[in-house]
């Protein structure tokens, strides 16, 4: 089984559509979506829409939280408050409706599916240091837990004997032996000064983890978010992967 992982989609259409058609390369068997579909970008309609209808498993992040009305807007930043008021705008009650299925984690096999973090999934932890990484590992027993939230790729490895590693997002096979927090970075907003768009592919029969990145029409995306007048920072950002 080949499954193909994606987070933090962020309204970017372009950037979904290129993931997307990039799995049917990889010849993935299925797709679970981790969270944050809506929020900052301009597509919310059709990145929820394209997640519904090729996603089996579907979570919830703190945008569409936030967007049920399930989390104070005051725990939001202000660019953040901002782009949510937008998002509530421009989606109606079969986009609620497509959200309030969502999920707040899954698992699978021997692997948990998380947005932020298997501490307190509601609260949005961000998994960063390597303390919250521990916190995160004392509050799952699945080998491996797969989140987003923090749009850049990282492997926190824990060893039997406690030993704590953290390397950057990169192909590997998981050692038998340990436990892994593997964040499968942004689909449309990635962070680790890398603008194409980042996903996961796990093999199964393999036991395998790849990162791929997908470059996509980021002039489109930033020309279609400013005929809609979303923040400059949120835009200019695309281009540079920040």
């Given at each position: 089984m080949r499954l193909g992982l994606i987070s933090d989609i962020h309204a970017n259409l372009e950037a979904l559509n290129?993931?997307?058609e990039d799995m049917k390369k990889q010849k993935v068997?299925?797709?679970h979506c981790l969270g944050d579909v809506i929020g900052y970008g301009c597509d919310p309609i059709e990145c929820?829409?394209?997640v519904n209808e090729n996603c089996e498993v579907k979570l919830?992040?703190?945008h569409e939280y936030a967007a049920l009305g399930l989390m104070p807007s005051d725990r939001l930043n202000d660019i953040a408050r901002e782009s949510l008021e937008w998002t509530r705008q421009n989606i109606g009650d079969r986009e609620i409706a497509i959200i309030s299925d969502f999920e707040l984690e899954a698992t699978y096999?021997?692997?948990l599916f998380v947005h932020a973090s298997p501490y307190e999934p509601e609260n949005w932890h961000y998994v960063i240091s390597m303390r919250e990484a521990l916190a995160s590992f004392e509050n799952f027993s699945e080998k491996i837990c797969f989140l987003?939230?923090?749009h850049i790729p990282v492997i926190f490895s824990l060893s039997p004997e406690g030993r704590l590693r953290q390397t950057a997002g990169h192909d590997f096979l998981p050692n038998g032996e340990n436990?892994?927090?593997?964040?499968i970075g942004s689909v449309g907003q990635p962070r680790d000064n890398d603008p194409r768009a980042c996903y996961v592919v796990f093999d199964s029969e393999e036991w395998s983890v790849s990162f791929n990145r997908v470059g996509y029409d980021i002039g489109k995306t930033q020309e279609k978010m400013s005929r809609a007048e979303i923040p400059s920072m949120l835009i200019d950002r695309l281009s540079?992967?920040?």
């Open positions: 290129a993931v997307l068997d299925k797709v929820l829409r394209l919830m992040g703190n096999e021997n692997m987003g939230h923090t436990r892994y927090l593997i964040n540079t992967g920040r």
